[in-house]
C-alpha cells in the first residue's frame, strides 16, 4: 500500500508543474495512507525533475519520518495536522500558484460569479489567516477555515494555496481548479465587477456536480 502511495504521489507532482502551479521547488503533494496513522510527501528542496517514487517521504501523523532518505517538506506539520483533525482528508496539496497567490497577497476571498465555482467549491474560495512556514500554525489555520466549509481550497493569506480532498488526486484538482477560476475571476474585474450568482442557484450547480455529473463508477 505504501510503495503504491508514493508512486501516485510522485506521480501526482508532475501534475503541478503541468498546470503551471509551482515555480522551482515550490509546492507539495501528500497522500494519506490507507488504515494507518501515516501519509506519503515529497521531500523538501528537490526538483521536479528528481522526485521519483522512492525520494518520497512517509511520516506519522506528528509529522515524524518514519520512511525515507530525505527530509520532508518544510510544510510536513501542516499537513499532518490536517490529517490528525480532519480524518476525511486523503490528500493536501500546496503551491503558489499565480492568480490564486495573487488573491491571497490581497487577503481576498475569491467570489462564487462562475457556474465551475459553484459546481467545485459549492461557494467562494475562502481566506485562511497568515501564519509562519515551519510548525502547524498553517494547519491550524486550513483546518479553521475549511472544517464544515463546502469548499476545498483556501487562500492563505500572504502565502498560497492549500487544498484538500478525498484523495491526493482530489487534492491535486482542486488546485488546478482553483488557479483555473482565480485567473478567470481576475480578468473579469478588469472589465467590470462581475455577476454574483444567487446562492439557490450555487446549492443546485453544487448538488448536480458532485451527486450526478460525470460516471457514478469512477468517482
Known amino acids: 500500500m505504501i510503495e503504491q502511495l508514493r508512486e501516485a504521489v510522485c506521480g501526482l507532482h508532475a501534475e503541478l508543474v503541468r498546470y503551471n502551479l509551482v515555480a522551482w521547488t515550490a509546492g507539495n503533494v501528500s497522500g494519506r495512507v490507507p488504515g494507518e496513522d501515516l501519509f506519503v510527501i515529497k521531500p523538501s528542496g528537490v526538483s521536479y525533475d528528481d522526485l521519483t517514487p522512492a525520494s518520497m517521504v512517509v511520516c506519522d501523523l506528528d509529522g515524524?519520518?518514519?520512511?525515507?532518505e530525505h527530509a520532508p517538506?518544510?510544510?510536513t506539520a501542516a499537513h499532518a495536522?490536517?490529517?490528525?483533525?480532519?480524518?476525511?482528508?486523503?490528500?493536501?496539496?500546496?503551491?503558489?500558484s499565480t492568480?490564486?497567490?495573487?488573491?491571497?497577497?490581497?487577503?481576498e476571498p475569491i467570489p462564487c460569479v462562475l457556474t465551475a465555482m459553484a459546481d467545485e467549491f459549492g461557494g467562494e474560495i475562502p481566506i485562511g489567516p497568515f501564519a509562519l512556514i515551519g510548525g502547524d500554525d498553517i494547519g491550524r489555520g486550513i483546518v479553521?477555515?475549511?472544517?464544515?466549509?463546502r469548499s476545498p481550497a483556501v487562500l492563505m493569506q500572504n502565502h498560497?494555496?492549500?487544498?484538500?480532498?478525498?484523495s491526493a488526486k482530489a487534492a491535486v484538482k482542486a488546485a488546478v481548479m482553483c488557479e483555473d477560476v482565480a485567473r478567470t475571476v481576475h480578468v473579469s474585474r478588469q472589465l467590470g465587477e462581475p455577476l454574483p450568482i444567487k446562492q439557490d442557484d450555487v446549492d443546485r450547480l453544487y448538488d448536480r456536480y458532485q451527486n450526478v455529473y460525470g460516471q457514478r463508477s469512477s468517482r
Open 64 to 68: 515524524n519520518v518514519v520512511e525515507g
Open 73 to 75: 517538506s518544510s510544510d
Open 81 to 96: 495536522y490536517v490529517y490528525r483533525h480532519m480524518p476525511e482528508v486523503g490528500g493536501v496539496v500546496h503551491t503558489h
Open 99 to 107: 492568480y490564486a497567490s495573487a488573491w491571497a497577497a490581497r487577503g
Open 144 to 149: 479553521a477555515v475549511l472544517s464544515g466549509h
Open 160 to 166: 498560497g494555496v492549500f487544498t484538500i480532498g478525498a
